[in-house]
C-alpha cells in the first residue's frame, strides 16, 4: 500500500513538473493561439515589423486565436469588443486559407475595411484561395507576397495617418 502511494506521489510531482515547464512555454506568445494559427501570426508580425508597424498593436488588442464551427460561409472573424480572431474550424488544418484569413483579420484589427482585390478581399471560398496562392493549384506564391506587400503598405499608410491626427 506505501508503494502505491509513494508511486501516486512521484507521478503526481512529475505530471505537475511538466504541466509547469509546458506553461512557461506557452507564456512566450504575445496571444493565446493554436500552434497552427500562432505560427501565421508570428510570421504576420515579423513582416509587419520589418514596415516599421507598430506590431504592439496585435497584443493591445487580442487576447485570443480561437476555433470554433462558424457558418461554411463565414472563415474568420474579428471581434474587437472580445479581443478575439475566431476561425471557422474547419479551415484550421488548410495552411493557405488559414494564412490568408488571419491576415484578413489582422488587417480589420488595424482598421482595413474589405475591397475587391488583394487579402482583404471578401467571401472568397477556400477552393478560390487556393486556385490564386497555392502553386499546385493553378495559383502564385508571387501573388501572395505582392498581396502581402499591399496590405503592409495599406496598414503602414493607415497608422501613419492616425499618428498625424495624434
Not at 514596415?51 to 493591445?60: P, Q
Not at 472580445?82 to 484589427?109: A, M, P, Q
Amino acid at each position: 500500500m506505501r508503494n502505491i502511494i509513494k508511486n501516486a506521489l512521484i507521478m503526481v510531482v512529475i505530471v505537475a513538473c511538466f504541466m509547469r515547464c509546458c506553461a512557461k512555454k506557452e507564456i512566450n506568445n504575445p496571444i493565446d493561439a493554436h500552434p497552427y494559427s500562432f505560427q501565421h501570426v508570428k510570421k504576420f508580425l515579423n513582416t509587419a515589423d520589418t514596415y516599421g508597424i507598430d506590431t504592439k498593436e496585435v497584443g493591445r488588442n487580442i487576447d485570443q486565436v480561437l476555433e470554433y464551427p462558424l457558418n461554411q460561409n463565414l472563415l474568420g472573424i474579428y471581434i474587437p469588443s472580445d479581443r478575439h480572431i475566431v476561425i471557422n474550424s474547419s479551415i484550421t488544418r488548410d495552411s493557405i486559407t488559414l494564412k490568408k484569413t488571419l491576415y484578413h483579420e489582422l488587417g480589420h484589427l488595424y482598421g482595413l475595411k474589405h475591397d475587391s482585390i488583394g487579402i482583404m478581399t471578401t467571401y472568397l471560398t477556400p477552393q478560390e484561395i487556393h486556385k490564386k496562392y497555392c502553386p499546385l493549384e493553378g495559383g502564385s506564391d508571387e501573388v501572395w507576397k505582392k498581396d502581402v506587400d499591399n496590405l503592409m503598405k495599406e496598414i503602414k499608410r493607415k497608422q501613419d495617418s492616425i499618428n498625424l491626427v495624434k
